[in-house]
Structures are given as structure tokens and as C-alpha cells.
């Protein structure tokens, strides 16, 4: 079972930038996060869970809703069993805490049923 922690959150001004990051422990091949998915969401209060990047670690592959593609990047370094969420742009409607998860596959409803593991999140505020 992998074990998840986000960090990195804090306060930003509106237009500027942060970076989170997610470290991984244990998993079914040792330390490495293959073949899990892992995904980012938010969750601002009193609104649902929303997914705002995955990446599939066994092809690739990384998932974006709109509302944020081009302005959020997933990315990740298996050596180091690392993933990051890079926020470009940041708006005061992007406050929320972010989580990151493991599932076993990516998809494009990002359905937080289907991530298996959570992190215990990072709270991100944007305000000036």
C-alpha cells in the first residue's frame, strides 16, 4: 500500500506561482509508484472533490480537465518517488487543499472513488 504526503502549499498572490510536491513510500514493487496512477485534486469547502491532473506512471500519459490545462503541470521523478503539481497563473478560485492519490488507472472524470490511497493534503491559498 503506498503511503502519500503532499507539502509545499502556502500563500501566493494572485498571478504568481507554486509548486507542490507529493512523496510516495512502499508499494506492491517496492518503492517505485509503478504501476499506480497518481492524480492530483483540491477541494475548496463546501465544494466536491475535483480532479485537477493525472499521470500515468506505467505509459506516460497525463490527464488535465479544462479548467486548468496549460496552466497546471503533473510531472515526476520515479528515482526519487516524487510527484509535483507546478501552478502557473494562480487565481483566488484556485484556493482549496490539494491532495494527491494513487490509483490504478487515470481517467478523464477523475472519479475520487476510484484513488485508493490520499495524502492528507496541502492547504494552497491565493489572495493578495
Known amino acids: 500500500q503506498v503511503q502519500l504526503v503532499e507539502s509545499g502549499g502556502g500563500l501566493v498572490q494572485p498571478g504568481g506561482s507554486l509548486r507542490l510536491s507529493c512523496a510516495a513510500s512502499g508499494s506492491r514493487s517496492g518503492l517505485s509508484l509503478e504501476p499506480y496512477a497518481v492524480g492530483w485534486f483540491r477541494q475548496a469547502p463546501g465544494q466536491r472533490r475535483e480532479g485537477v491532473a493525472c499521470s500515468s506512471q506505467t505509459d506516460g500519459r497525463l490527464y488535465y480537465p479544462d479548467s486548468v490545462k496549460g496552466l497546471f503541470t503533473i510531472s515526476g521523478d520515479n528515482a526519487k518517488n516524487m510527484v509535483y503539481l507546478q501552478m502557473n497563473m494562480l487565481k483566488p478560485e484556485n484556493t482549496a487543499v490539494y491532495y494527491c492519490?494513487?490509483?490504478?488507472?487515470?481517467?478523464?472524470?477523475?472519479?475520487?472513488?476510484?484513488?485508493?490511497?490520499w495524502g492528507q493534503g496541502t492547504q494552497v491559498t491565493v489572495s493578495s
Open positions: 492519490a494513487a490509483s490504478s488507472v487515470c481517467e478523464m472524470l477523475f472519479q475520487p472513488r476510484l484513488y485508493a490511497q
